[in-house]
């Protein structure tokens, strides 16, 4: 007879023992509204301004949540909006798992630069994110 050691890996649904991260298979974000791209560093948006903009990715492994972070730099961020797994879906056109997200940008007095954060968590606990920048003015 075999034994598990305590650190080994949940067998999950396949029953393999062996979990994978979340591709994210998007370059660059495009917000739908304005059709400016998110992460280019001559774009600019207002403050208060809604993003609504489209994440494309895969996933061997289901998908549990998709999350939104924000903030001021990197090691500042914090999650904004969580949607369920239920808010992706397969985009035959892309090729690619999708999902949109809606965010409302800060209001800000002086010009400032934003970071936004997409990330595909699965429900191994999986997860991979894609961090654009955006310039509030």
């Known amino acids: 007879a075999c034994t598990r050691?305590?650190?080994?890996?949940?067998?999950?649904?396949?029953?393999?023992?062996?979990?994978?991260?979340?591709?994210i298979i998007s370059d660059n974000?495009?917000?739908?509204?304005?059709?400016?791209?998110l992460n280019l560093t001559d774009t600019t948006f207002s403050s208060s301004q809604q993003l609504i903009f489209e994440l494309d990715f895969y996933s061997q492994d289901p998908v549990d949540s998709f999350e939104l972070w924000a903030g001021k730099?990197?090691?500042?961020?914090?999650?904004?909006?969580?949607?369920?797994?239920?808010a992706g879906g397969y985009s035959r056109t892309k090729g690619a798992d999708t999902v949109l997200f809606h965010y409302t940008l800060p209001e800000e007095d002086n010009p400032v630069k934003w970071y936004i954060v997409p990330r595909?968590?699965?429900?191994?606990?999986m997860e991979a994110h894609f961090q654009a920048t955006v310039l509030i003015q």
């Not at 974000?29 to 791209?37: E, F, M, N, W």
């Open 29 to 37: 974000l495009y917000d739908t509204l304005t059709g400016k791209y």
């Open 120 to 125: 595909v968590v699965t429900t191994a606990g």
């Open 5 to 23: 050691k305590g650190d080994f890996i949940d067998e999950g649904a396949a029953g393999t023992g062996v979990h994978y991260y979340p591709v």
């Open 73 to 86: 730099s990197p090691s500042k961020i914090s999650r904004v909006s969580a949607l369920n797994a239920l």
